[in-house]
Structure formats: C-alpha cells, structure tokens
C-alpha cells in the first residue's frame, strides 16, 4: 500500500500534504509555489510511493463549480500528462481554509504562523486528505 498525496491549490500557493504508507495519519508536507508545483509532485512520486493524488475541487455553496477552476483545470491537465498511470482524484474543498485557521487557532499555533498563508494551505491540503481518508471508512 502507498501513500495518498493530496494538493490545496492555489494560483499562487499550493498546499502539499501527504500520509503514511498505511494511510493512517494525513500530514503537512510542503508548500510550493504553483509554478514549481508539477516539477515537485513529479519528483516526489518518483522518490516515493504514491498511490494516487487527491486534488481539492473548489465548489460555491450550492455545489456547482467555483471560478478557480479555469485556472485549476490545466494545471491538472500537465498533472494527468506528466503521471498518466497515477489517478488523480478531485475532492470536495469547501471551507478548507476557514478550518484550516480555526484548527491552528485551536492547535495553539502562535498568531505569526496562523498569518502564514503557506501554513494555512498545508493544513488545508491535511484537511482534504483527512476527509477524503475518512470517506474511505
């Protein structure tokens, strides 16, 4: 069994968290930039086994598709062709970022980490593989 790699992307940022090889525990990994983002999960799948990658599917309140898709859409298009044997898997992300920051501030997480964009979409990227995780159970 490998680990799951799941990405919170951002047209800036992207959030990088991955889990154990027995997919028990979801972890922060890494931010990268976007540009640098195919580069890294490449490498790492290379290093690394990776079963699939689960990617965050930003969706408005009623559940149709949210505007960063047109920006989310190619980025996985290089994905899909750079790993075309690795499933990429969209998963729901609404309100990520919003638990994200109320996990750190419940975590303890000093005020300086929780302004941290980096920060908050690692953690983003943990609470997507959290909940995709949970929903295989």
């Not at 790492?44 to 859409?73: C, F, H, K, T, W």
Request: hydrophobic share 45%; net charge positive; aromatic share 6%.
């Amino acid at each position: 069994m490998g680990r799951l790699l799941a990405i919170d992307y951002g047209r800036r940022r992207c959030g990088i968290a991955v889990t154990d090889p027995l997919r028990i525990v979801a972890t922060a990994l890494t931010t990268v930039a976007a540009g640098e983002l195919l580069p890294y999960v490449t490498r790492y799948v290379a290093e690394n086994q990776v079963d699939a990658i689960i990617v965050g599917l930003p969706r408005q309140l009623d559940g149709s598709p949210s505007e960063s898709m047109r920006y989310i859409e190619p980025a996985l298009g290089r994905l899909r062709h750079a790993l075309p044997q690795m499933p990429v898997v969209m998963w729901d992300e609404r309100f990520t970022s919003t638990l994200a920051h109320k996990a750190m501030i419940e975590g303890g997480f000093a005020r300086k980490t929780r302004q941290d964009k980096g920060a908050i979409d690692r953690m983003a990227a943990v609470i997507i593989l959290n909940s995709y995780l949970d929903s295989l159970k």
